[in-house]
């Protein structure tokens, strides 16, 4: 693999230089911010890029005002236990994208967000899991919660502001570039392979995940 160093150097000469490319990274939120995000805006989060999943984000960002409205403000112990009626009622709600499914993944991701209060809490767990083992949190966020096994949680991680990466199309196309995998990750190995070359990165340099992310999809 290359140094952090040669990387950002090819991200900076495609981009204005260093100073404009370091102008484009923007940095996570504390482990503090995110402990004391409410549990109602990591729903709302989660649901956003659940619902962006396959489907034009700019529709769901005109719509999000009517899907606060519609999901009671993402209150977590609300939509954990709506009812059959609130159900249908949704279905037909002009508000909000009908698609039954993902309407269903806001109770489902309310009650497993409703568990890791109990566990801790839902900022602490979230926000606190340690970016050395980032591909741990998407694994469990795959299997407790609802359509999360995807980009969907890589994206729900970014913006809600934890230190994250998103195995785009172009960070993707750097990590094969580096002999890290071969194509996109999906198995346990390539993912551990994909971690390891992070927590490399981030050992050079110093950054987040979030910030060396960005400077890997932008070298290309």
């Not at 989660?46 to 009671?72: L, R, S």
């Not at 795959?142 to 949680?153: D, F, Q, Y």
């Not at 551990?192 to 932008?218: C, H, K, P, Y």
């Amino acid at each position: 693999m290359h140094h952090f160093d040669e990387i950002f150097t090819m991200a900076a000469d495609r981009h204005g230089g260093p100073d404009a490319l370091e102008a484009m990274l923007s940095k996570p939120k504390s482990v503090t911010e995110l402990a004391a995000m409410p549990d109602d805006r990591w729903l709302s989060v989660i649901t956003k890029c659940i619902f962006q999943a396959g489907f034009n984000w700019k529709v769901i960002e005109n719509k999000w005002d009517g899907f606060e409205t519609a999901f009671d403000g993402f209150d977590v112990g609300r939509c954990a236990f709506m009812d059959d009626e609130k159900f249908d009622s949704l279905l037909q709600d002009t508000r909000i994208v009908r698609n039954g499914t993902k309407i269903a993944t806001v109770r489902d991701n309310a009650a497993f967000l409703l568990e890791l209060r109990q566990e801790g809490g839902v900022g602490q767990i979230l926000g606190g899991w340690p970016s050395t083992d980032y591909i741990g949190l998407l694994a469990m966020l795959g299997k407790r919660g609802s359509r999360l096994g995807g980009a969907s949680a890589q994206y729900a991680m970014r913006f809600a502001g934890r230190d994250s990466f998103i195995l785009s199309r172009d960070v993707t196309a750097r990590l094969v570039a580096e002999g890290v995998v071969d194509k996109a990750p999906g198995s346990k190995k390539a993912m551990t392979a994909v971690q390891d070359a992070f927590n490399t990165w981030m050992n050079q340099s110093g950054r987040s995940l979030t910030e060396i992310s960005r400077v890997l999809a932008m070298s290309l």
